[in-house]
């Protein structure tokens, strides 16, 4: 005879175990209210950012934390700096990696940075929304295999403070590392016997200046040879984005580089006055 089970999984009812979102969509008023308290506490202007993406990633925040009310949420951003960083956090993304796309720093090195160095006496380079510095230095590491570095002025910005701290301080996770190519490991130094974190060479940090910026919301320094904004603008409005790129534009010198994401791209180039060189290098002409 055959056996029956015991249990018939279909059967029971394990809806108590499932998280509940009990999160009402706000009104307009309350999120723009939220999001106006909100700017004040972390110094960022939220006014560019699609609301749609903004409001559900908010929302995952709220339900992870059993909050129902942007409000109590608000307040609970307020008392609580842990609370405060998984916010900003979520709404930054600041994911990276040192020679992150590779191809495309071959093709920086191969073909852009040469063109640089040659034609340019004062190098100035920007990694707009650097996040924790990988993006610069690797950079730095290219600048300094072509034996130039002295020479050249490396800002990076990001408007996370936080970030930019662990940027200033060169030190990364023996996992930051693990994609990087051979040749550039010379840069890292052990601070730990068990190897388990770096330190990269004072020679590259103190190549960098390092500033608190919100791109949507300031001025932008000029005479660049080359700006990187990449994975940056993910989550700005395409209003915010037209005026981004404008803006780079006239930060960069003529035959200036704006180097993008590998998944980003700029549909009206040809009207801000831009070339497109290869995917994702746009020329200043
Ligand atoms: C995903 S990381 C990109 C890092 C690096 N560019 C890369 O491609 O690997 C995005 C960074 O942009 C910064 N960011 C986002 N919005 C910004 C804004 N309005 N102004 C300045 N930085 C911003 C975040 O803090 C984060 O560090």
């Not at 200033?168 to 016997?193: C, H, M, R, V, W």
């Not at 000029?222 to 006239?250: H, M, Q, S």
């Amino acid at each position: 005879m055959e056996k029956k089970n015991k249990f018939d999984l279909d059967k029971i009812d394990f809806s108590h175990l499932v998280p509940k979102n009990n999160y009402k969509k706000p009104s307009e008023q309350e999120f723009s209210a939220f999001k106006s308290k909100v700017e004040h506490l972390i110094n960022l202007d939220l006014t560019h950012y699609k609301s749609n993406q903004m409001e559900r990633r908010i929302n995952t925040l709220m339900n992870r934390n059993g909050i129902e009310n942007l409000m109590v949420y608000y307040n609970l951003l307020k008392k609580d700096p842990d609370k405060l960083r998984e916010f900003i956090n979520m709404l930054t993304i600041n994911v990276t990696e040192f020679f992150r796309n590779k191809e495309k720093f071959e093709e920086l090195e191969n073909d852009h940075l040469p063109q640089i160095i040659k034609n340019s006496t004062n190098i100035k380079v920007w990694s707009a929304g650097c996040s924790i510095g990988a993006e610069i230095y690797s950079l730095a590491m290219l600048f300094d295999k072509f034996g130039v570095l002295n020479k050249v002025d490396l800002v990076a910005s990001d408007f996370d403070k936080e970030i930019l701290n662990k940027a200033q301080s060169g030190i990364y996770a023996e996992n930051e590392l693990k994609l990087l190519d051979k040749a550039y490991t010379k840069y890292f130094t052990p601070l730990d016997p068990e190897k388990k974190r770096f330190q990269i060479s004072k020679k590259l940090i103190d190549s960098v200046r390092f500033e608190r910026r919100d791109l949507l919301n300031s001025t932008f320094e000029k005479n660049f040879d080359l700006i990187l904004c990449r994975n940056v603008v993910i989550y700005f409005t395409e209003e915010a984005k037209d005026e981004l790129y404008a803006k780079f534009y006239n930060s960069l010198k003529p035959g200036g580089i704006l180097f993008i994401g590998s998944t980003e791209r700029i549909n009206n180039y040809k009207d801000i006055g831009f070339d497109l060189t290869s995917s994702f290098f746009y020329k200043k002409w």
